[in-house]
């Protein structure tokens, strides 16, 4: 009976250590799955102007980027539609990103998303960032 007693409350002791390490995983987790579905929306986008050789617009849904976006089309249908997780928040990124039909942005569009998100009193970022030629990327960083 002592046996059972002392693995018990040595199960807590390491249940209580291990769920901060788990919430910020958690976190980082949820960070990552939203930037991998933006950088691959983003390359759907521009392939899909090259395909259809018209323009394609991703843009936010009402509530800003944070809570998800919509892929359209040059006649407004949607191709994709994206709704995120709660505990994101996207500051400041563009209106809308358009992709033309050669692939490429309009001159001097150059969108960075800052992707945050919190673990206690860690914060978790992500950046996904499209270059002019089209060309989404991501990193793990504080600034884009």
């Not at 693995?7 to 769920?19: D, G, W």
């Not at 788990?22 to 579905?37: E, G, L, V």
């Not at 539609?81 to 569009?109: E, K, M």
Request: net charge positive; aromatic share 6%.
């Amino acid at each position: 009976m002592t046996e059972l007693v002392v693995t018990l409350a040595v199960a807590a002791v390491l249940a209580t250590v291990a769920v901060p390490s788990f919430n910020a995983m958690i976190a980082t987790q949820r960070a990552r799955t939203y930037a991998s579905a933006l950088y691959a929306t983003l390359a759907k986008a521009r392939s899909q102007a090259i395909t259809v050789n018209a323009n394609v617009t991703l843009q936010p849904k009402a509530g800003g980027w944070q809570t998800g976006w919509q892929l359209l089309d040059a006649n407004n249908n949607v191709l994709d539609d994206y709704t995120a997780a709660t505990g994101i928040n996207v500051p400041g990124p563009p209106a809308t990103v358009i992709y033309r039909s050669s692939g490429r942005l309009p001159a001097g569009a150059a969108p960075m998303f800052q992707i945050n998100t919190t673990s206690g009193s860690t914060m978790i970022h992500q950046c996904v960032s499209v270059d002019l030629s089209g060309r989404p990327y991501m990193q793990a960083t504080p600034t884009c």
